[in-house]
């Protein structure tokens, strides 16, 4: 068992995650949309129950439902990956500053020769080279590592949850 298996089990066993509860998410990560009536048809459960279960998902921050836009698709978006080697302070003093920014749609703690992987959406290129400067002007970044993401194939993130 992984360490992200291990949190997994533990959030799972925090929350009093069940078989119906992970049919639930499989078919909602599938359609956002679906009606609570063709869940409950789906899995052979009272719509009832789907409503409740849905929203106690959703009020213990287990799942969220929002729309995921396809910045491949928009022509006034970019995508950036940006990579940050940062210093133990950064996580304290920077990252709460990172994370409230609009234009960061991801922002993760990662093994290797980075510590700190970006998703930073930007609307031309001075707006991104600003943001870089500021990044590489702050002491706490000890080296910084960009890309941008000129296509995008497939943009989909569902986690396979086993009970």
């Known amino acids: 068992m992984t360490v992200s298996d291990n949190l997994l089990a533990e959030n799972i066993n925090d929350y009093e995650i069940d078989q119906l509860d992970l049919n639930i998410i499989k078919l909602l990560q599938q359609n956002g949309r679906i009606a609570y009536s063709d869940i409950a048809r789906s899995i052979d459960a009272p719509e009832a129950t789907i409503r409740y279960r849905v929203k106690r998902l959703i009020d213990e921050k287990i799942i969220s439902i929002s729309a995921f836009i396809n910045t491949g698709k928009i022509k006034y978006e970019n995508v950036a990956h ?20 609009e234009n960061i749609s991801y922002a993760a703690s990662v093994t290797g020769a980075f510590d700190i992987m970006l998703e930073y959406i930007y609307g031309d290129n001075d707006e991104l080279l600003n943001f870089i400067h500021s990044l590489k002007r702050n002491p706490n970044v000890r080296r910084l590592n960009s890309r941008t993401v000129l296509k995008i194939y497939k943009a989909q993130y569902p986690a396979r949850i086993q009970p």
Request: charge should be negative.
């Open 82 to 101: 940006i990579d940050l080697e940062v210093t133990p302070i950064f996580l304290e003093a920077n990252i709460n500053e990172l994370i409230a920014m």
